[in-house]
């Protein structure tokens, strides 16, 4: 069983509350005795062992914790908003496939609008779903989530390989790098005006197949491609 608590972990007592004592108790049907490891979403992690758990709390002892080597490359993803559960669905499933960090941006297509005064309320409702994702996926690190206000700001965070998908693009391989970013286009693909300033900004195009893949499918296929290329 797997919990996150809050950073930093350190060895010793430890009481949970919220969520996590929610599924440890309601869910899992832990009982005192029973092992967990812990992890604080920032790369550590310390097995622990239930000492007693009631109704609103689970204290744990926590041994010494240990650094979980990041693997490489780190896989950013500039994603659009998607409408609906599609949303979710393509967050979790970018967890699963290992990427390392996601950027929202504003794209001039996209159904869905991050509105600046529900920005801070939304951004916490994803980060709620990486965090059970990653659970999940048994990853002791939480993807990264925020929200930049241009594409241009988004294209400023990428370093290493810079990949754009494109669907009238041919596929080639992914060559070796220590870092890569995607970007990803909404449900009506990515503007022209889009493609050029990408282009500018030093990112190769990248066809995932013959088919048009949806814009929650797209991102989760060329990060799991990436991974696959890197063994890692």
Not at 33 to 43: A, F, H, T
Not at 201 to 211: D, E, H, K, W
Request: charged fraction near 25%; proline fraction near 6%.
């Amino acid at each position: 069983m797997r919990i996150f608590v809050a950073p930093p972990l350190a060895a010793g007592e430890l009481t949970i509350t919220g969520d996590e004592h929610h599924y440890l108790h309601r869910v899992r049907r832990a009982r005192a005795g029973d092992s967990v490891e812990l992890v604080d979403g920032e790369g550590h992690r310390a097995a622990a062992t239930i000492e007693r758990i009631t109704a609103e709390t689970t204290v744990v002892r926590a041994g010494v914790p240990e650094r979980v080597a990041d693997a490489l490359p780190r896989v950013r993803a500039l994603l659009p908003l998607i409408k609906g559960d599609r949303m979710d669905t393509c967050l979790e499933k970018l967890v699963e496939v290992g990427v390392d960090e996601i950027v929202l941006w504003p794209a001039a297509r996209a159904v869905v609008r991050l509105e600046p005064d529900r920005r801070d309320a939304r951004l916490a409702k994803y980060r709620a779903a990486l965090q059970a994702a990653a659970r999940q996926a048994g990853r002791a690190q939480v993807p990264a989530i925020t929200a930049a206000d241009s594409l241009a700001a988004a294209a400023a965070l990428a370093t290493g390989t810079r990949l754009v998908l494109d669907p009238g693009a041919e596929r080639a391989p992914i060559a070796p790098a220590d870092d890569v970013t995607i970007v990803s286009g909404p449900e009506g693909g990515l503007a022209p005006e889009e493609l050029d300033a990408l282009a500018t900004a030093g990112f190769t195009s990248l066809g995932l197949g013959p088919r048009v893949l949806r814009a929650e499918t797209a991102p989760v296929v060329a990060v799991a491609l990436v991974r696959a290329a890197t063994n890692s």
